[in-house]
DNA sequence: AAGTGGTCTAGACCACCTT
DNA sequence: AGGTGGTCTAGACCACTTA
């Protein structure tokens, strides 16, 4: 996993890294926008090098983009990036779910089976802050089995990527009923442990997701281009003012 | 000073880290070294801060890991690290292929029969100093057509780790036959366009590969516990890597 | 308590604009 | 030239380890 939720720990950099990390995943500064020094060194207040190297590792995780003696800036996905990080996520769910048909245990498959029980009441009560979770959940277990952390890093980087263009969006109700319908056919196969039939759901699902991403992609695209001022009011100055406290370490 | 060809790079901290990555995998740096920033200080005659950049962004690129207040070490590749990183490696070897039978024109099935040619006449005519460009130069062409960054991305850095323990050793006789051999069913798959049969023959032959580096690595580290006369008494000591010093490059 | 070595601050320096 | 802003140096600071 790339980062413990622990903002509490360790060096100076590792927490601007995490926390600035946040920001970009939460939409506090979007894709293309540029990081500057001085405006980080002031909203974490904290000295310049522990910004630099913070993005030096967020770059790292493609996350951030530098270019020396230009500085940083959120990494800008165009939609070529998006369907090749797409296209390598829809490989890998297919590989793991070959896998867990394999050597997943009996134990695992009851776990998976308990939040795809779950998932469908949340649906059915329409309990909708349950769905991200619930589905992070199914998919989590499938990867954890694998026991392949090359796997998970990448899976992790491409969900981190992809929230960045996600937001705080959910699902529309048809693809939900799709996801629920496409995780039991899963199911079936892990029963069944039939190896070819549940890569190839695997990576069927995995496409729709991807479809749809694109999809908010560019509905996302098309906002931006069309509103100057954005509903969140993102444009401009950072803002600041919330600042967790960083200035822990310091005499 | 940094070394005599360093790439046009402009800022420092990228010409460290393009000459530690250099280093790392020529083996001047062995895995689990500690890589103290005084001594990289004076060995690249600069100051702290961008050796320690260079060290994070080394980290991103998965060579290097750090712990906050203990400082950077060369990764530490164990086993299991290894057989994921390769686990992943088949998976999208076979996906590259896949995509190939799909999608390659022929212009550059022809550059690839080209290589393959070359390759064997190499063979036939022993100069091992061309085996390493030839296969890579097949592969290569595959890689580039998928026209996929991030799966780039990862063959980049999977090369990176197995070149820090396979050093500068060559094929064995035996696998070079069966590499050729491979590297053919592969051609021939590719123009009769059949996707599944490219797959499969492109996974196992990264599998082989996959096979024959890890009996590398046992022979590796078996040579090392015998020359090293360990008792076992030792635990929870700093697991030098093999390789003992033999970098006298201090100036 | 002293030593080792990682981390951070302040400020100088310099590359790349813009006028 | 003057401005903006990234980069680097010097040295202080502090966490962790030894005795």
Known sequence: MLSANDPGTGANYQRVRD????????????????????????????????????LQQLQGEGLVEMVPNKGAMVRMLDEAMLRETLEM??????????????????????EIKTIQTEFEQAVAENRTEKYTPCNSA?????????????????????????????????????????????HRA????????????????????ARHASTDLIAQYHAVM????????SSGGRRGAVPKGWSPDLSRNRS
């Open 19 to 54: 926390v600035l990390r946040q920001d970009i995943i939460a939409g506090v500064f979007h894709p293309g926008e540029r990081l500057k020094i001085a405006a980080l060194t002031e909203r974490y207040d904290i000295g310049a090098n522990p910004i630099r190297e913070a």
């Open 138 to 182: 199914f998919h989590d277990v499938i990867m954890k089995a694998a026991g392949n952390r090359e796997a998970e890093a990448f899976l992790t980087r491409a969900s981190m990527l992809t929230r960045t263009i996600r937001g705080v969006i959910g699902y529309g109700h048809q693809r939900l009923r799709e996801i629920l319908a496409e």
């Open 186 to 205: 899963l199911i079936v196969a892990f029963e069944a442990r039939d190896v070819a039939l549940a890569g190839q759901i695997a990576e069927e699902h």
């Open 222 to 229: 098309e906002a931006r281009s069309t509103t100057r001022q």
């Open 89 to 110: 996520r829809e490989v890998i769910e297919s590989f793991l779910a070959r896998k867990f048909a394999q050597t997943g245990s009996y134990k695992l498959l009851d």
